[in-house]
C-alpha cells in the first residue's frame, strides 16, 4: 500500500471506533469483562481519544509530511512490538507509527489488553486483505530487524538483553506530576482531578504527586476529588484504597483523604493506586529544572507546561519518553 492509502485506512478505522457497530460494541463489553481495570467509561474515552486526535486524516497527512515519507516503503523493515496493558489500547500509537512508516509490524499484545487491538486488526484484514502480509501478532518476537518495548523497571531489562543488539526503543516505568501554584481555578482543580484519576491512576501520564507551595490548602482539591466518589463501587479500586489507608493508619502517617483519593507527603513520584503523593517546594523555576532533568517524569502539568485536563489527550507528535518513535522508523 502506498502512503496515503495507508492514512485513508486509518481514517476509517477512526469513523468505526466511534461507530455504534454491533460487534465493536461486544468486543469492547468483553474487554472490560475479562479485565475489571478497563471499566466502559474509561474504554469508550481511549477509543474516542484515539479516533478524534490520531485517526484524523488531515492530522495523519499533516503528520506523514513532517517526516517526509515517500509514497512506497521500497525497503521495509519488520518491527517488533511489545505492548502494556494499563490502560485501553495503549499501545496504539506505537501500531500506527510503523504502519504509517510503511515497515513491517509483528506485535506482542498484553494480555491485559489484547482484545481491542486484536479486533481492530482484524477489521483492517476484513477491509484490506493485503495486510496480512504486513500486520501480524505473536506469541515470541523472533528475528524482527528493529524493536519496540514497553514494560517495567524489570521488564525493561529483559528487553535490554534480548533486544540490545538491534535498533531499539525501550520503555520503562514512567509517571507524571503536577506544579501547583496557588492561582488555580475550581475548573482548573476539577481538570487536574481527570489528570490524576481517569483510568484509575494507572498510565503513566496520570498525575501521581503534586508539588504544592509552602501553607497550600488541600481543602478546594479534595472537594473536588468526590466528583469520582463512585470509584469505590469498582472492588478493585476499593481494595487498593483500603489497603494503603490502611498502611498509612498502621504506620502513624499522617495523611488527607477525600474519601476515595489519600493523599500523603511523600518524595517519590511513584504513587500506588488511589494515592497521590505531594511535596512542597519554594523555588518553581528551580524545581522545573529538577524535573526536566528527572528520567521518571513522562510529563508535567500546570501552568506553562500542559494544561489541566489534557495530560491523557496526547496529540501524535507527544512521544512516549520524549523518543520520537517516528524519526527512529524513519532512519532504520
Known sequence: ?????RITLMSRLGQYMLSDDEQWLAIRERAYRENQWFIPEFIDRAVKSIAENFLDEGLLNNWAIRYNFPPEQVSPKTVGLVMAGNIPLVGFHDFLCVFISGHQVVM???????????????????????IQNTVSFADRLNGCDAYIATGSNNSGRYFEYY???YPHIIRKNRTSVAVIDNTETKEELEALADDIQLYFGLGCRNITQLFVPKEYDFIPLLDVLRKYD???DYHKYKHNFDYHLALL?????YYMSSETVILTENTSPFSPVSQVHYSFYTDKDELMQQLQN??????????????FGQAQSPS???????VDTMAFLVGL
Open 230 to 232: 463512585y470509584f469505590m
Open 294 to 307: 528527572n528520567p521518571d517524569i513522562q510529563c508535567v502539568v500546570g501552568k506553562g507546561s500542559i494544561p
Open 163 to 165: 533486544f540490545g543488539k
Open 316 to 322: 501524535l507528535i507527544d512521544y512516549a519518553d520524549g
Open 108 to 130: 506482542k499484545a498484553s494480555s491485559k489488553d489484547e482484545l481491542l487491538i486484536k479486533h481492530l486488526i482484524k477489521k483492517l484484514y476484513e477491509w484490506e486483505i493485503t
Open 249 to 253: 493508619i498502621m504506620g502513624n502517617r
Open 1 to 5: 500500500m502506498i502512503l496515503q492509502e
